[in-house]
């Protein structure tokens, strides 16, 4: 199995800034994308976005140019700037994985982290 493990969140006035990071653990695993993603009440989940294995990023429309996503091999950081009450949401950490079982590669599977609160609100 491969976990994702979140960190940052919490509260944070409007304009203001905030870190996400989540970092994969497990046994045999090759990461080919990560993401983040985010569900506000009453909402569907939707793309945040996302950092290929070659770098490559994508961003929802609603948050180009004030977030940024990083990553070093299979951690990630989500850098919030310019925060608005409607980025007010649980973020959930993404990964999409091949595993090494036997010494045979399966998959990719999805995987998910727990989700962290962000709340943006003066």
């Known amino acids: 199995q491969v976990q994702l493990v979140e960190s940052g969140g919490g509260l944070v006035q409007p304009g203001g800034s905030l870190s996400l990071s989540c970092a994969a653990s497990?046994?045999?695993?090759?990461?080919?994308?990560m993401a983040w993603y985010r569900q506000a009440p009453g909402k569907q989940r939707e793309l945040v976005a996302l950092?290929?294995?070659?770098?490559t990023t994508n961003y929802a429309d609603s948050v180009k140019g004030r977030f940024t996503i990083s990553r070093d091999n299979a951690k990630n950081t989500l850098q919030m700037n310019s925060l608005k009450p409607e980025d007010t949401a649980v973020y959930y950490c993404?990964?999409?994985?091949?595993?090494?079982?036997?010494?045979?590669?399966?998959?990719?599977?999805?995987?998910w982290g727990q989700g962290t609160q962000v709340t943006v609100s003066s």
């Open positions: 950092v290929t294995s070659d770098g």
């Open positions: 497990g046994s045999a695993f090759s990461i080919s994308s």
């Open positions: 993404f990964a999409n994985a091949r595993r090494l079982i036997g010494g045979q590669w399966f998959g990719p599977y999805d995987y």
